[in-house]
C-alpha cells in the first residue's frame, strides 16, 4: 500500500492541547491526508495501561476527525479504533510525540507506549513516539518533526512482528546533530530517579508531589539509554509478554522435581 494510502490514529498521553500532539499531526500528514486524532483530555503521564471501568467516557469533537476522551491512552486507542473513526479501520496507530523520553525502565508506566500497545493489541502495526529532554530549556520538537517522516515510511516499508510495538526516542540534539538510528534494547537505569518531593499547602499541611531527578546512568552499550545519550535514534520492538524465559525453565525444573505435598 502506497503510504498516501494510510489511515493514521494517532493519541498521546499529554493530552489533546499537547505541543507534541501539534507535532505528530504534522508528522502524520506529512505521509498521509487521512489522518485521525483521538487523544485525553488531560494530561495522563504515567497512565501507563490503566482503562476506565468505573465512570463513563465523555468524548468532545474538537473539529474534523479531531476527538479528545476524559480517559486515560488506551481508553483513546480503543475508542478512536472501534467507535470514532468511521469507515475502514486505520492502518497505523503513532502515539506521541511525548514530552520527555520514555526508554528503560520507564517504559512500563509510560502511557504514550500504552496507547501504542492498545493499538497492537487491536491488530493495528503501532508507534511510539518520544523526544528526550536533557536541558531546562524544553524539548526540541523540531528534531523529532524532521527525523521521524522518514523513519516512520523505513518502518512502515520493513515491517515488523504483529505482536511487536515499535519504541522511538529522539535524543535531545538538534536536527543535524543527530548521531543516526540505532535498533535497541531496552536498558535499565543504574539509578532510579523517581523520587516524592513533601510540600506544604496553605493551610499547613503537607502534600507530595512525584517528579524525576536529573541524574543520568551509565548504561551498556546497545541499550535505548545508551543511544539517547549519545546523540542516536533509539529504536526498540517492544512486545507485551513479561515472562522471565530463564527463571521460567529453572523454577520448572525445582517443582516438578520437588516432593509432593503430604496429604
Known amino acids: 500500500m502506497p503510504l498516501s494510502d494510510l489511515r493514521i490514529l494517532i493519541s498521546n498521553d499529554d493530552g ?22 483521538v487523544a485525553p483530555k488531560e494530561d495522563q503521564s504515567g497512565a501507563a495501561r490503566a482503562l476506565t471501568l468505573s465512570q463513563p467516557l465523555r ?21 478512536g479504533l472501534v467507535q470514532l473513526v468511521e469507515g475502514k479501520k486505520p492502518d497505523l496507530v503513532l502515539s506521541g510525540v511525548n514530552r520527555g523520553q520514555n526508554i528503560a525502565e ?3 508506566f509510560s502511557g504514550t507506549v500504552a496507547a501504542a500497545l492498545q493499538g497492537m ?24 518533526e524532521h527525523h521521524a517522516p522518514g523513519l516512520i515510511k523505513d518502518l512502515v516499508g520493513h515491517g515488523w512482528p504483529e505482536d511487536v510495538v515499535i519504541n522511538v526516542n529522539f535524543p535531545d540534539v538538534a536536527p543535524d546533530a543527530v548521531e ?19 510540600r ?24 535505548d539509554l545508551h543511544a539517547v545519550y549519545n546523540g542516536r535514534i533509539s529504536v526498540t520492538p517492544l512486545h ?4 522471565h524465559e530463564e527463571a521460567f525453565g529453572a523454577l520448572g525444573e525445582a517443582l516438578h522435581t520437588a516432593p509432593p505435598p503430604k496429604s
Open 180 to 198: 543516526g538510528v540505532e535498533v535497541t534494547r531496552q536498558g535499565r537505569r543504574d539509578t532510579f530517579n523517581l523520587y516524592a518531593e513533601e
Open 59 to 79: 468524548v468532545r469533537e474538537h473539529g474534523d476527525k479531531k476527538f479528545s476522551v476524559q480517559g486515560t491512552p488506551t481508553d483513546c486507542v480503543q475508542m
Open 240 to 243: 507485551l509478554s513479561l515472562t
Open 121 to 144: 493489541t487491536l491488530g493495528v502495526p503501532s508507534i511510539a513516539l518520544s523526544q528526550a529532554i536533557f536541558r531546562r530549556e524544553g524539548p526540541r520538537w523540531e528534531t523529532a
Open 200 to 223: 506544604t499547602d496553605l493551610r499547613g499541611r503537607p502534600y507530595y508531589w512525584m517528579g524525576f531527578r536529573g541524574a543520568r546512568s551509565n548504561p551498556e552499550k546497545g541499550t
Open 16 to 37: 489533546v492541547h499537547a505541543d507534541g500532539l501539534e507535532v505528530l499531526e504534522r508528522i502524520a500528514h506529512a505521509l498521509t491526508g487521512d489522518v485521525w486524532v
Open 106 to 108: 520507564s517504559v512500563t
